[in-house]
């Protein structure tokens, strides 16, 4: 399970961002990982010039390969003309469930049955309603 960031040329991006998308994702496939999920993530202003570039666009991308090929992607990356930039990271099993869920979903939040406990609860107690209340824990005053 790895993820991967990818620094693009943002004006070839803006000018055929399909053709973007599939010269990385190709370049993925090439190397035999399975794309689980891809998304365009920040374009913005970079801190120094890249090869003549002061804009790029950070495409993130979460897929399954075998370890053995992660040298011949960073080969690749350097050949391609797309790509300024990259980072491959290799994450467990939970991580990388929830990077996917969280670039799947339409406003990139997190939606577990324990976050929203743990949300639920936070308010509770700010307003007097949480189990600290029913325990008979005395208030701060």
């Known amino acids: 399970m790895y993820e991967g960031m990818f620094l693009l040329d943002s004006n070839r991006y803006s000018s055929d961002p399909d053709g973007t998308q599939k010269a990385v994702l190709g370049m993925l496939e090439r190397c035999g990982a399975t794309v689980v999920a891809s998304r365009p993530w920040q374009e913005g202003k970079l ?73 639920t609860e936070g308010v509770e107690m700010r307003e007097g309603r949480g189990r600290g209340r029913e325990e008979g824990v005395p208030e701060d005053r």
Not at 52 to 80: I, S, T
Not at 84 to 100: C, K, S, T
């Open 47 to 119: 801190c120094y010039p890249i090869e003549g570039h002061r804009k790029g666009l950070y495409y993130l991308a979460c897929f399954q390969m075998d370890g053995n090929h992660v040298p011949e992607l960073n080969r690749l990356g350097k050949l391609n003309d797309y790509v300024l930039r990259q980072l491959i990271i290799r994450h467990p099993q939970v991580i990388f469930d929830a990077m996917v869920q969280a670039l799947t979903s339409h406003d990139g939040t997190i939606h577990s049955p324990e976050q929203k406990a743990d949300r």
